[in-house]
């Protein structure tokens, strides 16, 4: 199972600003394990944000996202105590879901 | 999380995100954007990247800022922003132009969200990182070249 | 010495900084680099998964680790790292946090000690525990200062122990720490290596470990930063969890005592 992302959501004059984390290896399908074998292309491919359910963010992502995806965006609205809600898949149709107040 | 929710999202199996966003009632429908861009991730010029993403004549712009280091000490971790001052964008893409597959992340950005997204990615070595930027149905782009000292590809 | 370093450095491989381009701008972009991982740094999710770890009933007795004394009663963590290492009672050994931790996945969890520090330190696609629950136990001490004093007997003679190895040179290359820590303003690779015989130097070291090492995409613990050293020191590498490598951290944690811990780090 995925581990948790770490999620951080502030509020300041009207604009949201968020900040994630997720863990996850990113494999690139390149790398060669130690008995020399491809390790298999493993990665995130899709993310989805929402504030309070709407949308806020979609984004796409290949192999050359770093592993342990970092993503930071803003957002117009939002207040204190609203929730937001980060969403993954990878291309093994792994997920996760991960949900904050924002503050 | 609630159950109901985590269920839904358990059950969807071949939907992609959205339709399982969507199936669990986290968006509406018409939020559901395109399925991943497969043809954009493979595509291995810049050029073939900017036609799968509809972007082709995208016009050089200083309306477009990458936030970013000139040099990064770690190929494998590279910070790279792109904020532009426009209004009305819709997508923002980053491309690293000497990695074997230049599209890194592409995003969307629904009316409201503002036109600045960081995110890190992986260079096998120095290259221009170009960004793409859609605003009023145009495409446009800058570029910046980031030093590597430490090449970063096989993660 | 001063002239001696960089050519005892070259000698053994490292490259020295800034010929190609100037070092002062270059060392501005690296440090802007470092900037924008520590906003997010990505040992942030290993405390997250530490926090996990501890609280999770695991083992083949089934036990969390929130009765682990780790110097200041059991489950009381907070401050804890900034204390260690200390003299334990229950074993009669001075302990650093590692060998705290390995003592209670052992003697509370019921794992065994091969089981435990068999991935000590991560590899890629091979996740380890412990640096994972370091991460968070050294999280807990952030906003506290490294307090140290070794006044027990036996810290003081770790602190003592600690000091000779600190200074004392030996190897095939006649290496010491103070060779590569032990002055003001060196640096190799564009990292700048800390004068570690002083309280500002020390504690800036000291105050930022568990890291994040950009290099290795991954985070080292304080036994794994110096058993890397010892072999860069080209002296034979310890065993994890030795006493000497607990004596170095005596003597550089009473030496880095008074600063504030701001863990995790964030370096090369």
């Not at chain 1, 796409?60 to 957002?75: C, I, M, R």
């Not at chain 2, 993403?53 to 792109?82: F, R, Y």
């Not at chain 3, 027990?152 to 200074?167: D, L, N, S, T």
Request: one cysteine or more; glycine letters at 10%.
């Amino acid at each position: 199972m995925a581990d948790p992302m770490k999620i951080r959501a502030s509020a300041k004059d009207g604009i949201t600003e968020v900040k994630v984390l997720m863990s996850h290896e990113m494999e690139t399908g390149q790398r060669k394990d130690s008995s020399g074998n491809l390790v298999p292309a493993h990665f995130i491919t899709e993310l989805s944000a929402e504030h309070n359910g709407k949308q806020v963010l979609a984004a796409q992502f290949g192999t050359a996202v770093s592993k342990n995806p970092y993503l930071a965006f803003k957002f117009k609205g939002g207040a204190k105590g609203d929730k937001l809600a980060v969403s993954w898949v990878d291309n093994k149709g792994d997920k996760r879901t991960d949900e904050v107040q924002i503050n | 999380m609630n159950m109901q929710r985590r269920e839904a999202l358990k059950a969807g199996g071949g939907l992609g995100l959205f339709g399982l966003l969507a199936a669990a009632g986290l968006i509406t429908p018409g939020q559901a954007r395109a399925e991943w861009n497969k043809s954009a991730f493979d595509a291995k010029s810049i050029e073939d990247t900017l036609k799968a993403l509809g972007a082709t004549g995208a016009q050089s712009s200083t309306d477009i800022q990458i936030t970013a280091p000139d040099i990064a000490e770690n190929g494998a971790v590279v910070p790279v922003g792109v904020v532009s001052a426009l209004a009305g964008v819709e997508a923002i893409a980053i491309l690293i132009e000497k990695n074997p597959n230049p599209l890194a992340a592409s995003f969307m950005l629904p009316a409201g969200t503002e036109a600045s997204v960081q995110t890190r990615v992986k260079m096998g070595q120095t290259s221009d990182v170009i960004a793409i930027v859609k605003a009023g149905g145009k495409f446009i782009m800058t570029k910046k070249e980031i030093k590597v000292t430490l090449g970063g590809c096989g993660g | 010495m001063s002239t001696r370093l960089p050519a005892v450095l070259a000698a053994v491989g490292f490259g020295l900084a800034g010929t190609a381009i100037a070092q002062g701008s270059t060392m501005d972009e690296i440090a802007k680099y470092r900037e924008m991982l520590a906003d997010g740094n990505p040992a942030e999710l290993l405390e997250l998964k530490g926090e996990s770890l501890w609280k999770t009933p695991r083992g083949p007795k089934n036990a969390s680790l929130e009765q682990c004394d780790m110097g200041l009663g059991p489950g009381k963590l907070d401050g804890a790292y900034a204390q260690l290492p200390r003299y334990f009672a229950d074993t009669r050994k001075v302990m650093d946090v590692e060998s705290r931790l390995v003592h209670c996945m052992v003697s509370l969890q019921g794992f065994q000690y091969e089981d435990v520090t068999r991935q000590w330190f991560s590899r890629p696609g091979k996740e380890s525990e412990i640096e994972a629950l370091v991460t968070y136990i050294g999280g807990k001490s952030n906003g506290m200062k490294i307090d140290v004093p070794a006044r027990h007997p036996e810290e003081a003679r770790m602190a003592k122990v600690g000091e000779y190895i600190f200074y004392r040179r030996s190897g095939p290359q006649d290496f010491s720490c103070a060779i590569c820590h032990g002055q003001d303003d060196k640096r190799i690779r564009l990292q700048d290596l800390g004068n570690l015989t002083t309280q500002a130097g020390a504690g800036m070291a000291m105050s930022t470990w568990p890291s994040y090492r950009v290099s290795q995409g991954a985070v080292w613990t304080m036994q794994r930063r110096l058993i890397d050293c010892m072999r860069q020191a080209r002296w034979p590498e310890p065993k994890y969890l030795s006493d000497s490598v607990i004596a170095l951290q005596v003597y550089l944690q009473k030496t880095a005592s008074g600063t504030v811990m701001q863990t995790p780090g964030i370096k090369r």
